[in-house]
């Protein structure tokens, strides 16, 4: 059985992530503002650098940016 995570735990996963997919890509988080943008989403490059520093963002924002980066997929797990 598997232990619980901790809310620390669960938003350092989500960071890992995301952050992960952008690096993937190649993704700074200044052309991730242009993508957003691109979308209809209007955030600013240190609004976004905080988020994902502090891992504390909505599932709707990590579809958005997942969305822009043009990410079909998000592996969350090996396991």
Same mark, same amino acid.
């Given at each position: 059985? &598997?232990?619980?995570?901790?809310?620390?735990?669960?938003?350092?996963?989500?960071?890992?992530?995301?952050?992960?997919?952008?690096? !993937?890509?190649?993704?700074?988080?200044? &052309?991730?503002?242009? !993508?957003?943008?691109?979308?209809?989403?209007?955030?600013?490059?240190?609004?976004?650098?905080? !988020?994902?520093?502090?891992? !504390? /963002?909505?599932?709707? /924002?990590?579809? &958005?940016?997942?969305?822009?980066?043009?990410?079909?997929?998000?592996?969350?797990?090996?396991?």
């Amino acid at each position: 059985m &598997q232990e619980a995570r901790t809310d620390k735990e669960w938003e350092e996963l989500v960071k890992g992530l995301l952050k992960g997919e952008l690096k !993937k890509r190649g993704v700074t988080y200044a &052309q991730l503002v242009g !993508k957003l943008a691109d979308i209809g989403v209007m955030d600013s490059e240190p609004n976004i650098r905080n !988020k994902l520093a502090r891992g !504390k /963002f909505t599932a709707v /924002f990590l579809v &958005q940016c997942l969305e822009a980066i043009g990410a079909s997929s998000l592996r969350v797990s090996d396991a």
